[in-house]
T-cell receptor, first 113, second 111 residues
């Protein structure tokens, strides 16, 4: 059973701070990793994808992948109240596995002014 | 701009009715998915399709069926709706193992 674990939160940070969201996964064959943001009542939208070890930066967002330790994290710099949402981690096992990603249950982030 | 559309945003049905939820994507993706999302339970996969007329059961297929007659369209069918099928239904599509694109969701209420 492939598992993706996230702390459900809520994670509360002040505006302007760095928010750090973490995700661990059980399948060592995992090859592709995704962070989605989901506002209340809306559908998930992709924030970041990462496929190799290390850091990947896109604006205020940085994804970090460590395959040896089987974790992936998302850092949000200069957090804004508009970043308040649930963040979903998803993991795919290809190649050699399934096209079906395994999702964590999400971490709720609250950015307070 | 890539897009996944779903036939309804809100739907109210009665117990025992047959319900059709439709999803259309314009990205020529081979993979399409149906999920339901309930508070505290996260996203749960109902069915997955990797090609026209091909389908695989997900984690919770009971009470549901699907149809994919054309590449761009993936339909979810509730054969006989029950109150425990009240939920948010999300359709998604993807290319190979790349990111998923989600539709806006259908909030279904079964009375």
């Amino acid at each position: 059973q492939k598992e993706v674990e996230q702390n459900s939160g809520p994670l509360s940070v002040p505006e302007g701070a760095i928010a750090s969201l973490n995700c661990t996964y059980s399948d060592r064959g995992s090859q592709s990793f995704f962070w989605y943001r989901q506002y209340s009542g809306k559908s998930p939208e992709l924030i970041m994808s990462i496929y190799s070890n290390g850091d990947k930066e896109d604006g205020r967002f940085t994804a970090q992948l460590n395959k040896a330790s089987q974790y992936v994290s998302l850092l949000i710099r200069d957090s804004q109240p508009s970043d308040s949402a649930t963040y979903l981690c998803a993991v795919n096992a290809l190649p050699g596995g399934s096209y079906i990603p395994t999702f964590g249950r999400g971490t709720s982030l609250i950015v307070h002014p | 701009d890539v897009k996944v559309t779903q036939s309804s945003r809100y739907l109210v049905k009665r117990t025992g009715e047959k319900v059709f939820l439709e999803c259309v994507q314009d990205m020529d993706h081979e993979n399409m998915f149906w999920y339901r999302q309930d508070p505290g339970l996260g996203l749960r996969l109902i069915y997955f399709s990797y090609d026209v007329k091909m389908k695989e059961k997900g984690d919770i297929p009971e009470g549901y069926s699907v149809s994919r007659e054309k590449k761009e369209r993936f339909s979810l069918i509730l054969e006989s709706a029950s109150t425990n099928q009240t939920s948010m239904y999300l359709c998604a599509s993807s290319l190979a193992d790349r990111e998923q694109f989600f539709g806006p969701g259908t909030r279904l209420t079964v009375l």
